[in-house]
């Protein structure tokens, strides 16, 4: 089973260590203290005390893999273990703690400055001149450190002083720098399959370390809790617990789907605004607006505005979307985007997510047309390799004394004196006569725009 962000199989003098965001444990007696084993959350009760007892990532874990040749002792390489809550950085770090003699360091970023990492490798370093003995720097939440505490530690892991392990809910990429990123091997993991939650929920029912049998879970509740965990361990082991302490007080011994739902009344959404599911979620969103999938994108929306996105941010989104990927295959759609985003200005939150959300069903379902884009794209390309030329003589401002004299405006036909509206009239650069940017497709209303395009063309290119 795999649950982190806790500390797990500590004795209470190094529980009381890593709150100071320094603890160090030794290779043996990691098994947790009596009074830790009654008092203790679940998720930290059921910690895996050997990988085979993890549950999850077996991608990482199988055998020959890096991490697991890590956890056994036979890896001498720093990791990156970046992934979401609850999916066993922190697990795979305690188990680290007993692998062969090499002596244990754990900080949190959040507690932890420049100071404290210089010690650590200053005491790292006599260890490995003195006893031969090799220091695992855990860093836990490593994308909270700054630039320069990260740049403390780049040397220390060139020359392998330290290894480190470093986890991250975050992409590395963007939130640890390039050279430590290059130092270290990058281990994604993954949120826990169904079947994964459901067989680590069985399993802290009926363990001794966990309810012990105490208790037994209807499939509907178990269905339940395995839906609210969505990947998440730690979760799942948090709402089992809620949900079983909620029966004591009743003398109940049956969690059904009420007593879960009584017990978690709402299912944290993981997102984090300032980190990659940002930018995981709204890429999401507009992609599934442009693949026509309503439900999908509803469905990003509101998982959105659940976690507290900013709804300007949304809405701006929106209107960005209306003109790069539905354009005029609905000339509509961007009058919908701009709506929305103005209603949101006069009404706020939260009424005014019904017309987010109406904008954002009105451009999935809109006809898509990316010509526009194309077209403004192609003609900033050609500005910059160098096709610019002239503005013709008829068409520059002749509303100035002498404007005529040097031959501007003069020559300039006004359309509207044509019965048609339109007339043959050179306007763009002489080096630019015939280029086409705009090429409108089948889809909706530039269906119309095709048909008419080529008209207009011919009129004002001359036939």
Same mark, same amino acid.
């Given at each position: 089973?795999?649950?982190?962000?806790?500390?797990?199989?500590?004795?209470?003098?190094?529980?009381?260590?890593?709150?100071?965001?320094?603890?160090?444990?030794?290779?043996?007696?990691?098994?947790?203290?009596?009074?830790?084993?009654?008092?203790?959350?679940?998720?930290?009760?059921?910690?895996?005390?050997?990988?085979?007892?993890?549950?999850?990532?077996?991608?990482?874990?199988?055998?020959?893999?890096?991490?697991?040749?890590?956890?056994?002792?036979?890896?001498?390489?720093?990791?990156?273990?970046?992934?979401?809550?609850?999916?066993?950085? &922190?697990?795979?770090?305690?188990? /680290?703690?007993?692998?062969?003699?090499?002596?244990?360091?754990?900080? #949190?970023?959040?507690?932890?400055?420049?100071?404290?990492?210089?010690?650590?490798?200053?005491?790292?370093?006599?260890?490995?001149?003195?006893?031969?003995?090799?220091?695992?720097?855990?860093?836990?939440?490593?994308?909270?450190?700054?630039?320069?505490?990260?740049?403390?530690?780049?040397?220390?892991?060139?020359?392998? &002083?330290?290894?480190?392990?470093?986890?991250?809910?975050?992409?590395?990429?963007?939130?640890?720098?390039?050279?430590?990123?290059?130092?270290?091997?990058?281990?994604?993991?993954?949120?826990?399959?169904?079947?994964? =939650?459901?067989?680590?929920?069985?399993?802290?029912?009926?363990?001794?370390?966990? /309810?012990?049998?105490?208790?037994?879970?209807?499939?509907?509740?178990?269905?339940?809790?395995?839906?609210?965990?969505?990947?998440?361990?730690?979760?799942?082991?948090?709402?089992?617990?809620?949900?079983?302490?909620?029966?004591?007080?009743?003398?109940?011994?049956?969690?059904?789907?009420?007593?879960?739902?009584?017990?978690?009344?709402?299912? &944290? =959404?993981?997102?984090?605004?300032?980190?990659?599911?940002?930018?995981?979620?709204?890429?999401?969103?507009?992609?599934?607006?442009?693949?026509?999938?309503?439900?999908?994108?509803?469905?990003?929306?509101?998982?959105?505005?659940?976690?507290?996105?900013?709804?300007?941010?949304?809405?701006?989104?929106?209107?960005?979307?209306?003109?790069?990927?539905?354009?005029?295959?609905?000339?509509?759609?961007?009058?919908?985007?701009?709506?929305?985003?103005?209603?949101?200005?006069?009404?706020?939150?939260?009424?005014?997510?019904?017309?987010?959300?109406?904008?954002?069903?009105? /451009?999935?379902?809109?006809?898509? #047309?990316?010509?526009?884009?194309?077209?403004?794209?192609?003609?900033?390309?050609?500005?910059?390799?160098?096709?610019?030329?002239?503005?013709?003589?008829?068409?520059?401002?002749?509303?100035?004394?002498?404007?005529?004299?040097?031959?501007?405006? =003069?020559?300039?036909?006004?359309?509207?004196?044509?019965?048609?509206?339109?007339?043959?009239?050179?306007?763009?650069?002489?080096?630019?006569?015939?280029?086409?940017?705009?090429?409108?497709?089948?889809?909706?209303?530039?269906?119309?725009?095709?048909?008419?395009?080529?008209?207009?063309?011919?009129?004002?290119?001359?036939?």
């Amino acid at each position: 089973m795999i649950a982190d962000g806790h500390q797990g199989d500590l004795m209470p003098r190094q529980v009381d260590m890593m709150e100071d965001g320094l603890f160090a444990l030794p290779s043996s007696d990691t098994h947790p203290s009596k009074a830790i084993r009654e008092t203790a959350p679940l998720a930290v009760r059921m910690r895996p005390r050997t990988l085979d007892e993890v549950v999850g990532q077996s991608h990482l874990l199988r055998p020959g893999a890096p991490l697991r040749r890590l956890v056994e002792g036979g890896s001498a390489a720093s990791v990156l273990l970046c992934g979401p809550p609850g999916t066993g950085k &922190t697990t795979i770090a305690s188990l /680290l703690a007993t692998a062969g003699s090499r002596h244990f360091v754990a900080l #949190s970023a959040l507690s932890s400055g420049v100071k404290e990492l210089r010690d650590v490798i200053s005491d790292a370093r006599r260890r490995r001149d003195r006893h031969g003995q090799q220091t695992v720097l855990f860093i836990d939440e490593v994308h909270r450190f700054s630039r320069t505490q990260q740049d403390a530690l780049l040397g220390a892991v060139e020359d392998r &002083t330290v290894l480190l392990v470093a986890a991250t809910t975050e992409n590395p990429s963007f939130s640890v720098v390039a050279p430590l990123l290059s130092r270290s091997l990058v281990l994604q993991l993954q949120p826990l399959t169904e079947d994964e =939650v459901r067989e680590l929920l069985r399993r802290a029912v009926a363990d001794q370390r966990g /309810l012990d049998g105490s208790v037994s879970v209807t499939a509907e509740a178990e269905d339940a809790l395995v839906r609210l965990a969505a990947g998440d361990a730690r979760r799942a082991l948090t709402a089992l617990e809620a949900s079983a302490d909620g029966l004591a007080g009743s003398g109940g011994s049956v969690i059904d789907l009420p007593e879960v739902e009584r017990a978690v009344t709402e299912v &944290t =959404v993981r997102y984090d605004r300032q980190g990659d599911q940002h930018y995981d979620v709204i890429s999401a969103f507009i992609k599934s607006i442009r693949g026509s999938d309503a439900d999908a994108a509803l469905h990003y929306l509101a998982r959105m505005i659940v976690a507290g996105e900013d709804p300007r941010f949304i809405a701006r989104r929106l209107v960005v979307h209306a003109s790069e990927d539905v354009g005029l295959a609905d000339p509509t759609a961007l009058q919908a985007a701009v709506a929305a985003a103005q209603a949101l200005d006069l009404v706020g939150m939260p009424e005014a997510r019904f017309a987010l959300a109406q904008a954002t069903v009105h /451009l999935a379902m809109a006809p898509k #047309s990316n010509s526009v884009v194309a077209a403004i794209d192609e003609a900033i390309s050609d500005i910059r390799a160098g096709a610019v030329g002239a503005v013709p003589p008829h068409l520059r401002d002749g509303h100035y004394s002498g404007a005529k004299a040097l031959g501007n405006a =003069v020559g300039y036909r006004l359309p509207h004196d044509a019965p048609e509206g339109v007339l043959e009239q050179q306007y763009p650069p002489d080096a630019l006569v015939g280029k086409n940017y705009y090429h409108p497709t089948q889809h909706g209303s530039e269906r119309d725009l095709s048909d008419r395009l080529p008209a207009l063309r011919r009129t004002i290119r001359g036939r």
